[in-house]
């Protein structure tokens, strides 16, 4: 089984235009038969087609030049050339095309099923078409045009509509857990996970799907860490969950810290509409705790939560259909649809 990845690049090239052909009709009882060299077939094109079965770029690490197959020259009896045959490259739901020199965003994927990326060279055309009543016996034909070349980025941005954020041990695998048919690894002693974890929440008629990052720590914007490498994965979600260790002594800063590491990395992320988290709640002390993150965030959202005992996961299920449904709403005002 492959690794998670998320990021590469990779050298891409549509097909050359097969050349036209110089070619004159030859037959026994036909002594002057005019030109009939064939045009060149086209070259194939560089495609990139979503494939829902796919969670990550890891198979693009094995194979890292894609070229389409270039058009077939022209021959005569105004026989034309083969098209050159596409090459389709497969990427998951949520992949971005990026200039591999400039970084700049050549293509979002999102929402489309095939996308054309560079198209293949016009095959050229053969003397047939060259004829006229002045030059009837024209001995030049048209070559094909060349195909492009392309170095770029892909990059994968895990679609979602709530991103967990938290410190290493926060609980955020044990609430996807909880939520959702995810089965990320939890454990009773300090780690984080490794890789983004995904989970489908179901709620009433509609799914939910929930993005579970390697945990932030202090400084990751400046580079601590491996948390920040993964925030581009809930760049695109509807709203995030700020999940806070109520057992742990920082408890009533956590949530400074984690806002100022993603509005360092980027502003938008931080201004995402939210909720406060405050977890384990079945630990003793937790609960003058919570009370205490309430008291000091009084226009936000907190809800204590123990993912174990299923304590405030009704609240939490309600709270994040909430925040998708404003998303969408504002998404139609906007004309997003």
Request: include cysteine; charge should be neutral; charged fraction near 25%.
């Amino acid at each position: 089984m492959f690794g998670f990845a998320d990021e590469t690049y990779i050298d891409v090239a549509s097909g050359n235009g097969g050349n036209g052909c110089v070619s004159f009709r030859r037959e026994k009882f036909v002594p002057r038969g005019g030109p009939d060299g064939g045009d060149g077939g086209r070259g194939g094109d560089v495609i990139f087609v979503v494939r829902h079965n796919l969670r990550t770029l890891a198979h693009l690490k094995l194979v890292r030049t894609y070229r389409a197959e270039s058009g077939k020259n022209g021959e005569g009896a105004r026989r034309f050339g083969r098209d050159g045959a596409d090459v389709e490259i497969a990427v998951p739901p949520g992949t971005v095309i990026k200039d591999a020199a400039t970084g700049a965003v050549i293509k979002d994927l999102a929402g489309l099923d095939r996308w054309v990326f560079l198209t293949g060279g016009k095959g050229g055309k053969g003397n047939w078409h060259y004829r006229t009543s002045t030059n009837q016996a024209p001995r030049y034909a048209q070559s094909g045009q060349k195909g492009e070349e392309r170095r770029i980025g892909v990059e994968l941005l895990v679609i979602a509509d709530i991103g967990f954020v938290g410190f290493p041990n926060a609980g955020k695998s044990s609430l996807l857990n909880m939520l959702t048919n995810a089965r990320a690894k939890v454990a009773g002693y300090p780690f984080t996970t490794r890789i983004p974890q995904l989970g489908m929440m179901r709620y009433d008629d509609r799914d939910v799907v929930l993005a579970d990052i390697p945990g932030i720590i202090e400084g990751a914007s400046e580079g601590a860490g491996m948390g920040i490498k993964f925030l581009r994965h809930i760049a695109r979600t509807s709203g995030l969950a700020y999940l806070i260790d109520l057992s742990d002594d920082r408890y009533l800063e956590a949530y400074d810290i984690l806002s100022a590491e993603l509005a360092a990395y980027e502003s938008d992320l931080a201004a995402k509409e939210h909720v406060i988290l405050g977890t384990k709640i079945d630990e003793p002390g937790t609960q003058e705790r919570l009370a205490e993150l309430k008291a000091k965030y009084p226009d936000k959202r907190v809800i204590g939560i123990c993912a174990f005992l299923g304590q405030g996961i009704d609240e939490v299920r309600q709270a994040f259909i909430e925040m998708v449904q404003r998303h969408e709403a504002e998404g139609d005002q906007d004309g997003v649809f």
